[in-house]
Nanobody, 125 residues
Framework: QLQLAEAGGGLVQPGGSLRLSCVAS????????LAWYRQVPGKGREAVSC????????TYADSAKGRFTASKDHAGNTAYLQLTDLKPGDTAVYYC??????????????????WGQGTQVTVSS
C-alpha cells in the first residue's frame, strides 16, 4: 500500500519561499499521478498542482500559476512543491495525494486514493 509523508513546512514572511517534499513508500511514484492540495480551518481541501504519472506534464490551480513549481523524482521516489513569492493567503496545511490516473487541467486529481499527513505552511509578518 502506498504511503506518503510530507515535510518542509514552516513559518515564512510574505515574499519568501519554501520547498515541500513528499516521500513515498510501499509503492513507486512512477506509477502514480501526484497532486498537492491545501486546506485552511473551516474549509475543504483545494487543489494546488498535479504532476502526471510519467512526470512530463504538470497542471496548476490559478492561485499557484507563476509562483509554485511541482515536480516528481522517480529515482528518489519523492515529489516536491517549490513555493515562491508566498502570500498570507497561502497559509494552509499542504497535503500530497496520489492516484493511478490522469491529472485534471486545473491541478487536481479526479479522485484521491492516497493522502499524506500534511505539513503546515504559515505566511505572516
Amino acid at each position: 500500500q502506498l504511503q506518503l509523508a510530507e515535510a518542509g513546512g514552516g513559518l515564512v514572511q510574505p515574499g519568501g519561499s519554501l520547498r515541500l517534499s513528499c516521500v513515498a513508500s510501499g509503492g513507486n511514484l512512477e506509477y502514480y499521478a501526484l497532486a498537492w492540495y491545501r486546506q485552511v480551518p473551516g474549509k475543504g481541501r483545494e487543489a494546488v498542482s498535479c504532476v502526471s504519472v510519467d512526470g512530463d506534464r504538470t497542471t496548476y490551480a490559478d492561485s499557484a500559476k507563476g509562483r509554485f513549481t511541482a515536480s516528481k523524482d522517480h529515482a528518489g521516489n519523492t515529489a516536491y512543491l517549490q513555493l515562491t513569492d508566498l502570500k498570507p493567503g497561502d497559509t494552509a496545511v499542504y497535503y500530497c495525494a496520489a492516484r493511478r490516473t490522469l491529472c485534471t487541467n486545473s491541478g487536481a486529481l479526479p479522485a484521491v486514493d492516497h493522502w499524506g499527513q500534511g505539513t503546515q505552511v504559515t505566511v505572516s509578518s
